[in-house]
């Protein structure tokens, strides 16, 4: 983050700054018109393309969300040599959402409504960011793959923890397999894929005035539509274990941009992937390939939540197999 | 079977199914055929029984992965994987070496008479190979060598056969090497069970009927002899595409000349089959008229036949015992020898216990219809002189001589019809040596007979079950005929026994039928291992070494390797043990 001068900056907002706290990625201001918040931009583009589809989505209906204060000149944000700033109001009464079928239907809802005005824009190929995900996948595939060959090279006749490990890895390689094959499934066109920001949490979501507000996605990092929902619904199911939940965000979402089957095939190759058993299992190898003695304990925790993971997208395709039949 | 640097060899294959909750077999590490048997001794015989324990360890095929990731199957298929497997956990999906064990058992009886001492027994695996038919079906061979029975007796039977059937015949073939002294039964296949289990019936049934239709047995000469010829002229057709062809002449021509000399109903020589635990041969006996199983087998389920009338039984019983063998050679045998049957007339010594009219004419009967023994025993008999004197002492002369039935074939004819009748497939052939060698103890130049009955089956149940896989029955006369009388008088007395015995042969119940009062007892026997190791991808020879402690040089020598530069990924390795 270059250096700048935030009065400078605030003074194109017409803001006095009475308090400079800084936040990941920000600041968090106490000014003469209420708290706001600075966000910092490295890339442009994606400033400009974030701000599109607040816009859009604002104009569909949905206004709980953190809009883009223009400045006097009415621009929404301020270029600064080569990144971009923005500034947003905060919200100090902004409470956590309940776990419910209602409100995880309208998160779905919401999420289809930005979704549709991210798809809007064209200011970032979705196809790109597509075959970004195929290369990034297939080459972590690959590298698992020869991590695994090495390893079973190397401790193949061995006993315990480590053999136990390597029988870990014929099952862990044939998800990454799947996860890669389900992206070039031909269900899949490049041509309709479409960004959206990599991360959707739960963090996203607050109520504000008893209302659902979407907040967040100041982050540069981007990705194919439907990763974010595919992390959300993966976090959604490991942390309430409850696949209504899960079924009450897609029927929300059907409700404003229906999934196909490519969709659903999408979905499932980005929700496929053992992320954290492979991260556990390549420490592991890591460390034995060093001599070192590393515990299994985390590899043991990643295969609990893989166990309900494979659940989860059991479901999910079922509910896929659903709309194509 | 073959008899091979001293050695009895048998030829095992197996055909082993993984079940389907295995996983595949994707390679081969390692594998092994181990004998694990015991000997078990009673006064009459040895009995090695057991089973060849096949043991290896393997990769398993990740089938599940390369099915399943084509893309074109629904999302539901695609997104079942196999579950990851806790640390500990008693079943891991793909273990890294999964392990094969399976067991065939094997049942191997040995008349004492052939053995110097138990201790002198011993089995060898030899030949080891395999055959990936498939990830879940393998095929094994091996070759399983018994050491420690007396062979040179047979040799000179050998010999002496060869001898004389060099001045009768001298156009047939080479004479196996035990041919005439020995004769086996080579069973195979699972229907075997069903019907050995009947055989105990069967031969009931066929001993009454002999009864009955000892009447008939001129009018039912003239139908055998019709029937005879024209098995025996297809069965030759059939067997010039036979492996041992050569044997079924030689037969031939033992029956001829020894029907010339009338010796004694010592049974002939047959090769045995692999029979590869798959060749069901059905009792097609019953065209053909002769047993499918050893000669001796066949020799006593014969004499319990009426020649000619007594077809139909004969082909009843042979087809109970003799399911596994082919029908050619089934056929070939019995037309060759029911064929100059009808015509042979062998001397007999009369037993201890006289016979009675209608037990003589039933002797008559069955010894016109299957003079087919006379011709095989010709040349063991005079080597297996050592236990005929005891015999001899014991022999009466035949009351009914007048009768143009010679004493050598009365007295040997009722006591293996008896047998025949009373015994399964096994107790039978045992029996019928025992015997037979009463009668060729009688006669001064014929020696002791004794039995070897081999059951090797891969089937996994009992021995009962076992013994109708493959079986390979080959006796000699070895038995008094006091004890043969006194199998015939239990086996009259109780048929339930019999069938009982039959349904769960052993040793133990085959002594239980006999009666005998010996008592059995373990001894270990000498076994060696025979050791494969598949070669893995950049696996050298001082690695196996290593793994096996042994001296590189030792496993070029026993796998005729010049160099180690010779090991090639999926290269079968012999372990010398």
Redesign the interface.
Known sequence: MENFDIYEVCRNYRVRVIRVTPLEGGFLLETNRGPKELRIWPRIDVMRWSFAWRERLARQGFRGLERFIRTREAKPFVIVGKQGVTMTDHLRHKQAIQPGADVSFQCGRVIAMMHKAQQESTLISGAEYLQQARRASEAEWNRAKAAAGTY??TF?RESG?R??V???L??????M??SV??L???SISPDAASVSHRDLTSDNWKMVNEKLFLTGFFQPALSIQLRDVAGYLREMYLTQADIRLVDSFLDGYEQEKPLG?GD??LL?ALM?RPRE?WKSVAAFIDETAKGLRKS?REI?QA?DT??AV?VL??H???R??QVRG | MALQDGLLSFNIKETVFLSPDKAGIGELKELELVPDVEVLENDTYISITGCLHLIGKYQPI?E??EA????TE???E???????????ADQ?????DERISHRIPLNITIPLERIRDASDIFAIVDSFDYQLESPHQMVIEAELRLGGIQFAEIRETQESSQAFRATEQPQEGELPHFAGDWTFTHVAGEEEGQSASTSAQAELEQREDLEQEQHGLEEALDQQHAHEEQAWEEQQAREEQQAWDEQQEWDEQQFADEQEQQTDWQGGFEEVRESGFAQQVESNQELEGWPASGREAESEDLFNTPALPARAHVEQRFGELTEDWEQETVSARSSLFVREAISAESPTSRPEEPLTAEEAERVVAIHDAEPRAVGFNAGHNAVESSAGSNAQQEAEPYPHQAEAVNDEARESIPASAREAVDDAVDDAVAEAGEVQADKSEAVETFGEQGEVKVSISGKSSGAGEGRLNITSIFTQASKTKQEAEEQLEQSSSSSSARKGAQETFSPSTLEAVQNLTSFVRNREERTSRLKLCIIQR?ETLEQISQRYSLPVSKLMEANHLTSADQLVAGQILYIPQ
Do not use: C, V
């Not at chain 1, 014929?170 to 998800?175: G, V, Y």
């Open positions: 079973l090279r193949s923890r053999r136990w390597g029988e870990l014929s099952p862990l390689l044939q998800r397999e799947r094959r389900l070039h499934h031909p089957y659903y095939t499932l496929a058993i299994t043991e295969i893989q166990q494979d997208l059991r999910i395709a079922e896929a197999e | 990740r599940t992965a399943k990731g084509s893309g629904t999302l539901i695609a997104m079942t994987f196999p579950p990851f497997q806790r640390q500990g891991m999906l793909f273990e890294w950049n």
